[in-house]
């Protein structure tokens, strides 16, 4: 039986960053105010069966990751107002991806105090917004636009923002 009385991770363990360009300089802006973040791996499946056995064979070829999304608007939020703008113009291509950053705050990165961290570009793809009394909401998916990029985040801030540094791979 395995030993459960350790230390689990929590949610707010794994924080994710929006890169935002402002004048010159990209940085991660922490994505606050989001009551859902939920990562899907939705695997793509190669499945056959050959004649010379009783069962499928079933690998996996690829994924099509994407993240489901809500919060609720906070004016003057960077984070937020970008997804507002994409939702809002109903901006499409280009213009409605969005680089997301997650950090994994138990895992130290390469330096000293950088955390590990995976970057990838996401289409932002809205699904509906004001769905809430209390507080205006918008919900909607990141779906995958691009390959993972593994690397480190490091903070002068707190945490509020990170700067993502790419691994350098070595042969």
Known sequence: ???ITGKFSKRSD???????????????FRMQGFT???????????????????SDRTDITGYGRSMSYSFDHYVGNEVQNKIVEIT???LTGADAVVGIVMVDMLTEGAASGAKKAVKRDFSVIPDSEGGDENAYTYSGNFKANGEKVEG????????KTITFTESKITE
Do not use: C, H
Request: proline letters at 6%.
């Open 14 to 28: 794994k924080v994710p960053f929006m890169l935002i360009q402002n004048e010159s300089t990209t940085k991660g």
């Open 1 to 3: 039986m395995p030993d």
């Open 152 to 159: 480190s985040a490091t903070t002068t801030d707190g945490w």
């Open 88 to 90: 809002d113009g109903e």
């Open 36 to 54: 859902e973040v939920s990562v899907s791996l939705n695997p793509k499946e190669y499945t056959r069966k050959y004649i010379d056995e009783e």
